[in-house]
Structures are given as structure tokens and as C-alpha cells.
């Protein structure tokens, strides 16, 4: 007998023009996200409202933001676990850096962050980033619909809704050295309730399924990674499954990947 294929990632289409609440393609498609996120925990959404010029512009702002010297970035602040910069320290570089704005959806977060970074703020940065992040949680927002119809709780979502807060948080992962394997970081669940998650063209990201076999993803610039937090996990009893995620870099170019995180007000944030 022939070897089994690995398991891959459910890939579902969030951009079809009928895709509208009470639809049949609606109730179709509520089945698959709820089927993924049951059975893996993620899935992967095509999902083409991010143009692909924005998508562009945000990985080259990306790149400019982690050129900036140790000590500017390192101003990135928050008394909140992994919303203020995460990595290199002084003469030690790591495989990975990491920065956080807190209300990412709002002007106001957006120019916060960029008046800390650069003297006199960065306009097409707070506008790059405001416009990717709006889009995004409108993704994030019809999924959560989807998980509120399907368990018969439609009734709280407006509350859920307004009580949600979004961190925005922008990652970058170095390649191996010359001679060194393939570096990695620790396997981790994500606190959030639901985290979309977007990069460059550099794989590196994979999750663990259920039977303990890790999944790769190839990346492209329409193609979301929607994965369920901690958060979600237990509001919805277990039912839904908080995947184990890693990434492990093999190419020598630098990744670069973003996180829109959905917290719930004062829930599971400093965890």
C-alpha cells in the first residue's frame, strides 16, 4: 500500500459575490468554517478584498519598520504580554522580532505607534496599516457571524461585537545562518479568541492537527490563515480547537507576517 497524504489545511472561499447571511451559499459556507475550525482549528480564506497593492505596501512599510535601529524599536511598550516589541537585545540577535499596536482598527492606535517610531509620525504608514486592518477584521467579523449562527446564539453577537478589541501585531523571522539547521520557534496556542493571520512570500508557518502531525501552507497574497484562540476554545465548550502553530524558517530570506488578534475586553489579554 501506498503512503497517506498528509493532512493539509481546509481551504475556504470567503470572497464569493453571494455570500450573503440567509443565502444557501452563506449556509454552505457556514458548514466548512465550522467543519475547520471543529476538526483543525484553522483554515485557510481566500479572500480577495485586500488589493494586492495594499498588500505590497505592507510588507514593504514591514521591512522599513524593522531597519529601524534596536533603540527606537524597543520603545514599542506595553505592561500587556507580546503587545510591545519581542526579540533582539543588545549584541543578540534572535530569530524573531515582534511589535504591537493596540486598537489597530482605530486612527488613533495607528498614529499612537507611529509617533513613537519616527519623529513627526509616518502618514502612509498609519494609513497602510488602519486601511489592511479594517479589511481584515471585517474577515474576522464574518466569521465570528458564522460561529454565532451555527451554535444558535446569533441574539449575543451585536454584545460580542462591541466588546471586541483588536491588537495588531507585525513579525518578522529570520532564515538560518550558513551551516545552521533550520531554526524555529516553540509550538504555542494563541490566547486571542481569533487571530487572521497574513505574510510574504516566505513559508514557514505550520500547525499541529489533531493527531499530531504538523501541516505547512504555502502563502499567497489572497490567502488568510483564520485560526481559533484560547478564547474561543472555551467560550465555545471545547467544541471548537485551538491549534498548536510554529513556524520554522529553512529559506534564507527574511519572513515577514502580520496578526490581526481579536481579544474580548478584558478577557484573556494579560494571560
Given amino acids: 500500500m501506498g503512503s497517506l497524504s498528509p493532512p493539509e ?14 443565502t444557501s451559499s452563506w449556509l454552505s459556507t457556514c458548514k466548512d468554517v465550522m467543519y475547520a475550525l471543529e476538526e483543525y482549528g484553522c483554515f485557510v480564506a481566500v479572500y480577495d478584498k485586500v488589493p494586492l497593492t495594499l498588500h505590497n505596501d505592507l510588507f514593504s512599510t514591514l521591512k522599513d519598520l524593522f531597519d529601524l535601529p534596536l533603540e527606537t524599536k524597543r520603545k514599542n511598550v506595553s505592561d500587556l504580554p507580546y503587545y510591545g ?10 530569530l524573531y522580532e515582534g511589535m504591537g499596536i493596540d486598537n489597530a482598527i482605530t ?26 486592518s479594517t479589511l481584515v477584521s ?9 460561529v454565532f449562527e451555527s451554535y444558535g446564539v446569533y441574539q449575543h453577537h451585536d454584545s460580542h461585537k462591541d466588546s471586541t478589541t483588536y491588537l495588531f501585531r507585525m513579525m518578522k523571522y529570520r532564515g538560518p545562518e550558513k ?4 531554526v524555529g520557534g516553540d509550538a504555542h496556542t494563541d490566547k486571542s479568541f481569533i487571530t487572521v493571520l497574513h505574510q510574504n512570500h516566505v513559508s514557514g508557518l505550520q500547525v499541529k492537527s489533531k493527531d499530531g502531525q504538523w501541516m505547512g501552507f504555502k502563502p499567497s497574497p489572497s490567502s488568510f490563515i483564520v485560526m481559533a484562540g484560547d478564547a474561543l476554545l472555551g467560550w465555545s465548550n471545547d467544541r471548537i480547537n485551538a491549534p498548536f502553530h510554529r ?8 519572513r515577514y507576517s502580520v496578526g490581526l488578534f481579536s481579544f474580548i475586553k478584558g478577557i484573556n489579554q494579560s494571560s
Avoid at 85 to 94: K, M, T
Avoid at 179 to 182: D, G, I, L, M, V
Avoid at 247 to 254: A, C, H, I, L, T
Fill in 9 to 22: 489545511l481546509p481551504v475556504i472561499d470567503i470572497s464569493k459575490e453571494n455570500l450573503k447571511p440567509g
Fill in 85 to 94: 516589541y519581542v526579540g533582539n537585545q543588545p549584541f543578540i540577535p534572535s
Fill in 107 to 132: 486612527l488613533e492606535g495607528t498614529e499612537d505607534f507611529a509617533n513613537t517610531m519616527w519623529p513627526g509620525g509616518n502618514d502612509h504608514f498609519c494609513k497602510t496599516v488602519l486601511s489592511y
Fill in 138 to 146: 471585517e474577515l474576522e467579523q464574518m466569521v465570528v457571524r458564522m
Fill in 179 to 182: 551551516n545552521e539547521a533550520n
Fill in 247 to 254: 513556524v520554522v524558517m529553512s529559506e534564507s530570506e527574511p
